[in-house]
């Protein structure tokens, strides 16, 4: 069985020439760049605290059009944010039947992604309405309780739904019938969704952190306020920080710097996967300045939300370059394990 879905994933169907789907395939470059979009818009409204500025869903204050919220800040935000969602939602829906309709031509695990990435994006607008309507007071971040649990589904199933739509659009591409596949890839693909594992696992910290109001419990940096690299006084917030911004950033940055290193040495003269390593090496040092400053700056809103948008690039480059690297897995090879096809599987 797994030998099988192993088979399918790294060997595409080519049933027509690749330039027959090219719309197709920009069309969904265009829709994971508006996801981009949508992620910073929506990531601001949280930094800059308007996620409550309509206390009703999915209507705003009973209307799609409601009064003054272009003079409102909070209130520009916050709409802003549901009509981007409203944009989206209906962009991956017309890609999911794009894709059905020329689904005997695509690679066989398009269609699946499709599917997926049109559950993601309906699961997402459900959490952003149950974050709202179980939170009609607005509660303080610190409050905690069932609505703040929505906020951080909401937010980490953004990034699980960009995933799916990169992985997709990878699987579209011209640069996907293009690629030949080779040995030496399978260990770069397998440790790529590893790599994209732990950088999720990451983002769903630090998501947990900004909603619970926790980014300045450690105000300093590298070391905290005692003088040391370890927090002298412990609690769930200090304890959530110092996992988000000394624990978890290392141990990112090492995983990356490996799936770089192995990309490099193993697949030195395939551009389609050296520029997405060297692109991933160019985030990785970018989230971590805008980490370091974050913390300096004391959370500045814009600097905040770039700082979150980065960290989804980080993830997606990771995703991209794991996808096309596992498509050079040869189908088969029966004895090496399907791991890195199991954790596809997990993200899609």
């Known amino acids: 069985m797994a030998a099988s879905l ?53 209507l705003s204050h009973g209307s799609l059009n409601p009064e003054g919220w272009r003079q409102n800040f909070m209130m ?12 989206v939602a209906t962009l991956v829906a017309i890609l999911f039947f794009w894709v059905l309709w020329k689904r005997p031509t695509l690679h066989g695990k398009a269609f699946p992604l499709a599917l997926w990435a ?20 607005g509660m303080a971040p610190a409050a905690g309780g069932v609505a703040t ?31 030949a596949p080779q040995p030496a890839w399978q260990g770069i693909g397998r440790f790529g969704w590893i790599t994209a594992g732990v950088i999720y696992f990451q983002l ?13 419990a450690i105000p ?29 950033a290392a141990l990112v940055t090492a995983f990356i710097v490996i799936l770089v290193v192995k990309t490099l040495s ?3 003269g395939e551009p389609r996967l050296v520029r997405p390593a060297l692109g991933l090496s160019l985030l990785l040092v970018s989230q971590v300045a805008l980490g370091m ?40 090879v029966g004895a090496e394990p399907a791991s890195q096809l199991e954790i596809a599987e997990a993200l899609a």
Request: charged share 10%.
């Open 118 to 137: 049109l559950v993601g994006v309906l699961a997402q607008a459900v959490l952003g309405g149950l974050r709202v309507v179980l939170d009609p007071q």
């Open 6 to 58: 192993r088979q399918s994933f790294v060997k595409p169907i080519d049933i027509h020439s690749p330039g027959e789907n090219a719309s197709l395939a920009l069309y969904a470059k265009l829709v994971v760049f508006l996801t981009f979009v949508l992620i910073f818009i929506g990531g601001h409204t949280t930094t800059s605290g308007a996620g409550m500025a309509f206390a009703d869903w999915p």
């Open 149 to 179: 649990v929505f906020r951080v589904l909401h937010g980490c199933c953004a990034q699980a739904e960009l995933c799916l739509l990169v992985a997709l659009a990878a699987l579209l591409s011209p640069v996907w019938q293009r690629l």
């Open 76 to 87: 520009l935000l916050e709409h802003g944010h549901r009509l981007t969602a409203g944009l």
């Open 204 to 216: 769903i910290v630090g998501a947990t952190m900004r909603h619970l109001g926790a980014g300045l």
């Open 293 to 332: 400053f974050v913390i300096w700056k004391s959370h500045p809103p814009m600097l905040t939300t770039i700082h979150v948008v980065n960290g989804a690039a980080v993830l997606a480059t990771t995703v991209l370059l794991a996808v096309r690297a596992s498509h050079g897995a040869p189908s088969g």
């Open 266 to 268: 193993r697949a030195g």
């Open 220 to 248: 300093t940096f590298p070391l905290t306020p005692g003088g040391g690299f370890l927090p002298m006084a412990h609690n769930v917030f200090v304890d959530l920080n110092f996992t988000h911004t000394r624990f978890g």
